[in-house]
Nanobody
Framework: VQLQASGGGLVQAGGSLRLSCAVS????????MAWFRQAPGKEREFVTG????????YYADSVKGRFTVSRDNAKNTVYLEMNTLKSEDTAVYYC???????????????WGQGTLVTVSS
């Protein structure tokens, strides 16, 4: 199983980025997908999750209204659209997949390698 996250980079505060996570080696449409992030010196935290059918999504309060999660089951890919970025969004962003959708890391069996997002103020 492989989860390949991409799309990170350097962006100015107020800007936008779109992350992608391409998944292979499992039946993607059976899995809930999530994004977590880990800022320097901090623990990894839940950002957003989406169920297999895109009918249910969860967001951390800190990103609600600015970030949007989506998925394309035909492409085995989950996306994270990030708008109005703030310096506190600077982190390594990880995608994760699990049979049960939740806000805790323990809900997810598979993890990508992470992609760095740096927001300059």
């Amino acid at each position: 199983v492989q989860l390949q996250a991409s799309g990170g980079g350097l962006v100015q505060a107020g800007g936008s980025l779109r992350l992608s996570c391409a998944v292979s080696g499992l039946t993607f449409s059976n899995y809930g997908m999530a994004w977590f992030r880990q800022a320097p010196g901090k623990e990894r935290e839940f950002v957003t999750g989406i169920d297999w059918s895109s009918s249910t999504t969860y967001y951390a309060d800190s990103v609600k209204g600015r970030f949007t999660v989506s998925r394309d089951n035909a492409k085995n890919t989950v996306y994270l659209e990030m708008n109005t970025l703030k310096s506190e969004d600077t982190a390594v962003y990880y995608c994760a997949g699990g049979l049960v959708l939740g806000r805790s890391e323990g809900a997810y069996n598979y993890w990508g390698q992470g992609t760095l997002v740096t927001v300059s103020s």
